[in-house]
T-cell receptor, first 111, second 109 residues
Framework: DAGVIQSPRHEVTEMGQEVTLRCKPI?????LFWYRQTMMRGLELLIY????????DSGMPEDRFSAKMPNASFSTLKIQPSEPRDSAVYFC?????????FGEGSRLTVL | GIQVEQSPPDLILQEGANSTLRCNFS?????LQWFHQNPWGQLINLFY???GTKQNGRLSATTVATERYSLLYISSSQTTDSGVYFC???????????FGKGTLLTVNP
């Protein structure tokens, strides 16, 4: 079975540009999570969904960040406008619930 | 929220050595997982172990939920075991996985 699929794997953009990260969870999983990893802050939960509904977005750093899950097989995390401090690896993960499985991450660099 | 502490923060081993990594958590948990983040950044599931003991090859894990800790054992370490090992837990009525800061393991040939 395919795991969690994220795209793009790498993104380099300039400050002020819009960034959209995409995630396809494992089929049948009804929980989807977005995490951010930086050296300074480690792994932080940004938002999670259950059955496509956002349950907790308290980790979203500010209004520049938004996430959607229009259906069970697709989610996006958008940053608009992007800033250099948003540079990080963004992970998507899904679960049934129970065991959590991560995608390979999207490495974002904002210049 | 629930606190997760991992020890040691760093560990350097010679190939073939054994090691034990520890994870302490501050409250009762519904879910506990161990992950290995390899040098390429991938987060690999090692164990889903809210309680009890599991083994997978050279790796094994034990969680004593009543005493709020989990241990990850690595035997006969190999250079490919290098990376960061994370413990992560879910506590309470939500489904948020909270991560510890990790143990950076370096296995030298």
């Amino acid at each position: 079975d395919a795991g969690v699929i994220q795209s793009p794997r790498h993104e380099v953009t300039e400050m002020g540009q819009e960034v959209t990260l995409r995630c396809k969870p494992i089929s049948g999983h009804d929980y989807l999570f977005w995490y951010r990893q930086t050296m300074m802050r480690g792994l932080e939960l940004l938002i999670y969904f259950n059955n496509n509904v956002p349950i907790d977005d308290s980790g979203m750093p500010e209004d520049r960040f938004s996430a959607k899950m229009p259906n069970a097989s697709f989610s996006t995390l958008k940053i608009q406008p992007s800033e250099p401090r948003d540079s990080a690896v963004y992970f998507c993960a899904s679960s049934f619930p129970g065991e959590l499985f991560f995608g390979e991450g999207s490495r974002l660099t904002v210049l | 929220g629930i606190q997760v502490e991992q020890s040691p923060p760093d560990l350097i081993l010679q190939e073939g050595a054994n090691s034990t990594l520890r994870c302490n958590f501050s409250d009762s948990v519904n879910n506990l997982q161990w992950f290995h983040q390899n040098p390429w950044g991938q987060l690999i599931n090692l164990f889903y172990i809210p309680s009890g003991t599991k083994q997978n090859g050279r790796l094994s894990a034990t969680t004593v939920a009543t005493e709020r800790y989990s241990l990850l054992y690595i035997s006969s370490s190999q250079t490919t075991d290098s990376g960061v090992y994370f413990c992560a837990v879910v506590g309470g009525s939500n489904y948020k996985l909270t991560f510890g800061k990790g143990t950076l393991l370096t296995v030298n040939p």
